[in-house]
């Protein structure tokens, strides 16, 4: 089997790309960004009657929403016991509990799509398995299900709470149900400028009541008032054919989170990681597969999980980094918002983030922003 360069293994092919859009439209909200926050967002905002026009410069899922490891982990971007530290107790608490919460919306949204089988982080040295007893006490000292493992893949924590998941189907589920609930969607339409609330395009505009930028990756290109809060980093990843060479029952996370795989229901396995092996090439807005990462993830296939089915896919994707670990959620202009910055947590902290802008920009209900950002939110 020929591999796939920079198709996911989550694409089937099946998916009919949306139109782009073509002449000037009007509506209450203009979402742009497809992915699992901007549609989010979306649905949050056809819930309240709001008439929404959503734009994606390539198509539903096309960046790092749709092309991730396909992990659901509770907390944020740093380990409990860091999040504490960094972010203080109670707001490190309660957002790990909104996280949990919010797996179980995910799967209700987006049916058939997550598996809650747990996840490990597995000790890559003795220093990181010290580490690993630090996160695994604070978490039990708050009353989490925790549990310590020791296998023949190694030593660390089990976090059963923890789900695996197809991003890609989720992504297009959500479109499906903001489509049918009203909202009009446009693929292969770049944003080229934001005017105000007039969002202009190559073949039309959007002029609208709000402006809502939910990207991740490349959100300081399309918003440059945050260029010092986020910055843009490519996340690699390969897959395999099908393989009973190993058997990995939930996501797996090594080395600090640096490398990540699970095994999908038909057997493959889907790895990434060692961006920090990649140097500073790696904060770029390139999205294509790497030599230099590509080459690190193919050796620990091999060599560390001892796996030598086919390589069938590798590809890459942009996602935005901050140097808090939380995410940006600001009012950038009169009546525009910008999230994203999700340090590679995007798949539950993104879904967060976009219910607490709606209800910071319709409801005036700050408590869902200061829930992720404390008193650190605000406009750029």
Known sequence: MAESQNRPVWDDGRWTPLPALSGDLSADACVIGLGGSGLTLINELLQRGERVIGLDAHDVGAGAAGRNGGFLLAGTYDFYHDAIRRHGHDRAKAIYGATIAEMQRIAMEAPGTVRFVGSKRIAATEAELDDCRVQYDALRADGWPCEWYEGADGSGIYLPTDGAFDPLTRCRALATTARNEGATLFARTPVIEIHGTRVVTP??????????????????????????????????????????????????????????????????????????????GEWTHEWAPGDVVQQHLERFLREHLGVQAPITHRWAASAGYTSTGLPVIAQVREHVWALGGYSGTGNVIGALAARAVVAAALDGDLQPVRLLLGDSWGAA
């Open 203 to 280: 073949q039309g505009a959007v002029h609208a009541g709000r402006v809502f930028v939910a990207v991740d990756g490349r959100l300081e290109a399309l918003v440059p008032e945050l260029a010092g809060q986020v910055r843009t980093a490519r996340l690699q990843m390969l897959a395999t054919a099908p393989t009973s060479e190993i058997t990995v029952p939930c996501p797996m996370y090594y080395r600090d989170g640096y490398e990540y795989w699970q095994q999908l229901p038909n057997g493959s396995i889907a790895i990434g990681g060692f961006r920090d092996k990649g140097g500073d």
